[in-house]
């Protein structure tokens, strides 16, 4: 089966993949000839992510589709002036790729405007993944170059309406999964996680958001944004409302008083998009400014980017737990490879970056542009075999998430406790 | 209009209206002949209160219909023995007609198991009407001989929802209103009054209760029970939710811990009873008690029990701001009389009480059985001309009215605030 997938791919060989894309280029899924015919098959929402194309998702089409803007080298060269640093590597290379508002955040912070940042996770179980890190990586690196107050949403109560846990479960999963994003090295002083389920009976404005939020969005609308039919409950059906609430300041009194318009940035990974659509809906409805986002594409399952990740799998992807020792046996046995079947057609044909996972996790992960280039031009060449790319890839992710373990290590009960507790953020706004 | 809307009741006029009604005899709005005819057309849910008969409701239909159970003689006996005093009027009178699991609740009181009491009031306007009393004057007659905690929810978010308010006026009306409710005469160390915006998020337990709720209904049952359809918000197809979870008592922890099996009893008009329906259909398979319901009939509008009493229109009913001279104007000008046309007629022939409204307002608000069924009596031979009967209801709304006011003027904000604040309730639960 490997190599008729392999096999079928022989026809989009000749278009390289680019390693340091954004820049004007197609994002990293983006194709012609056979990937497009494929990608019209793309399925998104917040719980389905469905591609036949070992590319991934056809990234471009999904801007068109969901009506955002792409991150063009111009926004990024914008970026880069307005924090005078080099913009981060999800930048460079598309991982971000889409976006709506960004250049009215970047307006205000030029202006000396408070703008905050918003991201969350569903806490389905206790084990993450390395791709969970993403927008969580990303936005630490956000917090950081703004140096802007920063809540994250762990919708356990998501998780209890759509999956067969209880409370204390979807609640369990919510402090666990806080430790591996507290580990990704959020500043304590500008970073306020909350549970939902511990948040709204904890918070006067958050529910108040909620009500209004509700009151201006029918079951018509979730259904054509959701696909929510008549069958499902009536906690699914509104609770998009609670996950649109954070990106209303008000939401926050502990943080920013009474005050409704201080702009929200939410990075998120595409999927999400839909829920801070009816979120831009509404908010000119009941007086609030329209979050602004930043999308990233999806980090692809080991057994290729059409195939999904799965907690309950651990060979689909590098979980936050893993050894060295099991890093290295899944990258080799299962990471799927756009090397050829014999070491003779590798040398004489070459790889296929685009399709190969282990060149793409390290787009993700490994930070020098030159050497990830390098890399690219020599698999692509054939001067690379995939067992020397997959080494590689193995030494950038074991250190990583040793690292990642050492840092969980040292997150307290405390520590989780003091960042999910409402409190004031410190932060520079006037 | 007046004369045809009588004349058409002469019909019916052949049966008496019983003052002094439940035991074994049909509720107050019963009939058969053209009232039951007309009965068919009865529409009664949480919004919309239909008949077109001038005796009101049907009430037995109603209990059929709903599938609760008649507050029989035998029920109304067990109670007075249980409690060791005579039953209040509303029961010795019918108004409190219906039942569901009463029984259950004389079992736990017998067998000194705790049981709360929760009613609520949807805060829509300023104004309250008499008619608006009657489950809260029933209510504080059930905690003074039962001796049992009770919870007020104001629901301040379905009145948001459903009307043209801002949030602050809903809230702003839940207040007031409580100062109406607190004038009763609840004991401030068994009381929790609290408005959903409000204890939504100053409460650990009740959003849980809430989203336990909403994951256990679906879009179809709620449109099934109320009606709903894909136009509604969502913040109307999940509140029923929020009005169910006071039914259990582990969304009140500050009052009952981590209990979860303490009963409810929920005295309320049967209007209201679709939410519990489906509260009692979903409180087993969340593992908790079904909460016990007593109904009562609707409180008639001043122009006769088949119209609609409405805040915008004064003169539907009496106000608890009215002066006793508005209260006096009121009740001649605009009380609907079952009298005849000519006092030579009335004397031959009598009036008729089933229709009279200002009868009806004394079955509400005389305490007297004796007198009361004097003047049932003396109105139906002719003996008492319709000047006389609304002089008596005038001359009980009146003090009634002022000793409202009175007592109104004594509750302070302080007073409110206490109420309102979430806190430990002093009961005798072992």
Chains 1, 2 share one sequence.
């Not at 690196?141 to 979807?170: C, G, H, R, S």
């Not at 108040?208 to 079951?219: A, M």
Request: glycine share 6%.
């Amino acid at each position: 089966m490997l190599l008729s997938l392999k096999m079928s791919y022989k026809a989009a060989m000749g278009e390289d993949y680019k390693a340091d894309c954004p820049p004007g280029n197609p994002a990293p899924g983006n194709n012609s000839g056979l990937g497009a015919t494929e990608a019209e098959e793309d399925f998104v929402d917040p719980w389905t992510v469905q591609t036949s194309s070992a590319k991934g998702i056809d990234y471009d089409k999904l801007i068109v589709r969901f009506g955002s803007s792409k991150i063009d080298k111009e926004l990024v060269n914008r970026i880069e002036r307005a924090i005078g640093q080099k913009p981060h590597r999800f930048l460079r290379r598309g991982i971000f790729f889409s976006h709506r508002d960004m250049n009215q955040i970047l307006d205000a912070y030029e202006n000396k405007k408070p703008f905050y940042l918003y991201t969350g996770r569903g806490p389905s179980s206790e084990a993450m993944h390395v791709g969970h890190l993403i927008p969580f990586i990303f936005t630490k690196w956000l917090q950081d170059v703004f140096n802007v107050p920063l809540v994250i949403q762990m919708t356990d109560d998501e998780k209890y309406l759509w999956k067969d846990l209880t409370l204390d479960q979807a609640y369990g999963y919510a402090v666990e999964n806080a430790k591996d994003i507290i580990a990704c090295g959020f500043d304590i002083n500008k970073t306020f996680i909350f549970s939902d389920l511990d948040y709204m009976g904890a918070s006067p404005g958050f529910y108040k958001n909620v009500v209004k939020i509700q009151k201006h969005v029918t079951f018509n609308q979730v259904k054509g944004i959701f696909g929510f039919t008549d069958s499902d409950s009536i906690g699914k059906i509104s609770f998009p409302a609670i996950q649109a609430a954070p990106s209303f300041s008000n939401s926050f009194p502990q943080i920013f008083g009474d005050k409704t318009d201080v702009q929200c940035l939410i990075p998120c990974a595409i999927d999400q998009d839909p829920y801070f659509r009816m979120t831009r809906d509404v908010a000119p409805r009941i007086g609030y400014p329209k979050p602004a986002l930043l999308h990233s594409t999806f980090f692809p399952a080991l057994q290729g980017a059409q195939t999904k990740m799965s907690a309950s799998d651990p060979n689909s992807s590098i979980f936050l737990t893993d050894t060295a020792k099991q890093i290295k046996t899944k990258v080799n046995k299962h990471a799927f490879s756009g090397g050829r079947d014999t070491v003779e057609e590798h040398r004489e044909f070459g790889g296929n970056c685009d399709v190969d996972v282990s060149f793409m996790y390290l787009t993700f992960f490994l930070e020098d542009d030159d050497r990830l280039e390098q890399i690219r031009k020599d698999y692509t060449s054939g001067a690379m075999l995939t067992g020397e790319l997959k080494k590689i890839l193995i030494e950038v992710l074991q250190p990583l998430i040793a690292e990642h373990q050492a840092r969980r290590k040292e997150v307290t009960d405390e520590i989780v406790k003091e960042f999910m507790t409402p409190r004031k953020l410190s932060y520079d706004f006037q």
